[in-house]
């Protein structure tokens, strides 16, 4: 089977990022390493995150980054920031006006 590479969005916060660690060990860059690895065209992680953001700043920064690519693998982390800063947490959901998805036009199983 051939496949285009498979273009990797990590989205989120510390968690995304790895505060603390080396950049090539934070989680986005080990499993786009591991799926290469095992032969499959995965492209380096674009990675949208921060640590001490919130949902709020998060959906902020993707739409001043306005990524360009369509992307099939999509992680999503964000949220314990919201509660750690005593912000309402009943509504954590991200509206789908807000534009964040749109960066995710195609999916893919592989």
């Not at 660690?21 to 934070?26: L, P």
């Not at 095992?38 to 992680?45: A, F, R």
């Amino acid at each position: 089977m051939d496949f285009q590479t498979i273009q990797f969005l990590a989205l989120g916060d510390s968690y995304t990022i790895g505060e603390g660690i080396k950049f090539a060990e934070c989680w986005p860059i080990q499993l786009a390493s591991t799926l290469q690895s095992m032969g499959l065209p995965v492209s380096d992680p674009t990675i949208i995150a921060r640590t001490g953001w919130t949902s709020d700043e998060l959906i902020e920064a993707i739409e001043r980054a306005t990524p360009e690519s369509c992307y099939a693998l999509v992680s999503l982390q964000i949220g314990v920031n919201n509660q750690y800063q005593g912000k309402d947490t009943k509504n954590n959901q991200v509206p789908k006006e807000t534009g964040i998805w749109q960066p995710v036009r195609q999916v893919r199983a592989i």
